[in-house]
């Protein structure tokens, strides 16, 4: 089982920068991929950026270019930098990891990002 610890939510104003961190412990593997979705109010919950463990990334395209993923190994740590914050990147951003051959995730108890003057 795989226990991830999310941190480093809050209130920012629109413009701002904002970086999530995520810890992962327990049976966590070296392959294992790792990223984050977010889930607005009233919203499904939505992917925001997916990292290897070689650092390839992938970002949903409301957000490439604004934000940075970035991942230790092997502590496995993945570290979400967010720029240029608006309105709409509100929300609850959920740590995840997901094993490559059976595609199983465990998910963080997310942290709340708040964009607001």
């Known amino acids: 089982q795989v226990q991830l610890a999310e941190s480093g939510g809050g209130l920012v104003q629109p413009g701002g920068s904002l970086t999530l961190s995520c810890a992962a412990s327990g049976s966590i593997l070296s392959n294992d991929l790792m990223g984050w979705y977010r889930q607005a109010p009233g919203k499904q919950r939505e992917w925001v950026v997916t990292i290897t463990s070689g650092g390839t990334t992938d970002y949903a395209g409301s957000v490439d270019g604004r934000f940075t993923i970035s991942r230790t190994n092997p502590k496995d740590i993945t570290y979400l930098q967010m720029d240029s914050l608006n309105p709409k990147d509100a929300a609850v951003y959920y740590c995840?990891?997901?094993?490559?051959?059976?595609?199983?995730?465990?998910w963080g108890q997310g942290t709340q990002v708040t964009v607001s003057s």
């Open positions: 995840f990891s997901r094993r490559v051959r059976t595609a199983e995730y465990s």
